[in-house]
């Protein structure tokens, strides 16, 4: 995204900060919430659906689907999501690993394990069927403490997936960072069973209001997404 678009959606962002409807929503969500938002929005993340449904990893079919790994291309972008990443990670505890969940968790892992001097490992969401047939790559010793890294949570069957078999090679998993949330009913259920605390940095009514606010979304399309939440298993069916 260009850097006039950026400069149009920050504006948009200020005069949110600055109404009444930011008045009202700034009890639920912080200044950052509000950023990392805007920063998606800005390297094109977000997009809603046009001919048809987008259909997810869980098998879900969604009207938007939101596309973190542009923001890898986007060096404005990158750095600051990299920055709140770090911030997070200091504020939970630094670990003794830092794991991605392949694929989107694995490159913010990496750059996350370089800048803070961490090992870091990666896990796939089944084993290979060649080589070594590892599911874990890099190592991983009993009682260490892992964080893991996901860019997005939708279902978080992924990230129950990842945490079991870390968890069934002896590591202590307690805590999970993406970079947004959907906040389904669905993956607060899952996370919560998982016993994992989940620390995003920013979640989709922050999208969706800041969207709203830039013309990114229609009140018809909002409408639409509030639907989807309600029932994701069994929308668009």
Do not use: C
Request: aromatic share 6%; no cysteine.
């Amino acid at each position: 995204m260009d850097e006039r678009t950026r400069h149009h959606t920050f504006l948009h962002v200020q005069r949110l900060r600055h109404s009444q409807d930011y008045l009202e929503f700034e009890s639920v969500v912080s200044d950052s919430n509000i950023e990392i938002a805007a920063e998606l929005l800005a390297v094109g993340s977000f997009s809603y659906y046009q001919d048809k449904p987008f259909e997810l990893d869980s098998g879900v079919l969604s009207p938007f689907y939101i596309d973190n790994r542009l923001i890898l291309s986007n060096l404005h972008s990158r750095h600051k999501i990299v920055e709140h990443l770090t911030e997070e990670l200091k504020e939970i505890g630094l670990p003794d690993v830092i794991a991605g969940i392949a694929t989107g968790g694995i490159p913010y892992a990496a750059i996350l394990a370089e800048k803070l001097d961490l090992p870091m490992i990666y896990v796939r969401p089944q084993p290979k069927t060649h080589g070594m047939q590892n599911q874990i790559e890099g190592q991983i010793k009993r009682e260490q403490k892992v964080v893991v890294i996901e860019d997005q949570i939708s279902t978080a069957g992924s990230s129950i997936r990842v945490i079991e078999v870390l968890r069934n090679q002896g590591a202590v998993v307690n805590d999970e960072i993406a970079i947004i949330t959907r906040g389904t009913k669905m993956s607060k259920e899952n996370l919560k069973k998982a016993e994992i605390k989940l620390h995003s940095l920013t979640d989709l009514d922050s999208l969706i209001k800041v969207a709203q606010q830039t013309g990114h979304l229609n009140k018809n399309q909002v409408m639409v997404i509030e639907e989807w939440l309600k029932d994701p298993e069994n929308w668009g069916k």
